[in-house]
């Protein structure tokens, strides 16, 4: 079976992130881009939603790792979204996360990392 690989672009939300003064008493918006590589298991049938995997899910888990508690670098939040993906997912062969702090510096777009993990 071929592999497929479900990406988000720029998934916008703010967060609890960070570890100096400011960061520490407010939300800040956060960038996060994905590319999640799952190895198919079975045939694609249009009209059954579960004969792929719902990037809604993944979309979900994003989301929640990010926002249900204060972390205080980004590089253990990807380090959390990967190890979440791949425990409820076992068709996922590689995940991809690229996430950045917009309003980190003023005289950049943003800044942040890009984490890779597989199972």
Known sequence: MPTQRIFFKRLALDARIGILEHELRQTQPLHIDAEIDIQE???VDDNDINSVLDYRKIRQIIIEEATRQHIHLVEALGEMITKRLLQEFTE???V???ISKPQAFSDCEGVGIEYVGTP
């Open 92 to 94: 996922i062969t590689r």
């Open 41 to 43: 298991t079975r045939a």
């Open 96 to 98: 991809q996360l690229r």
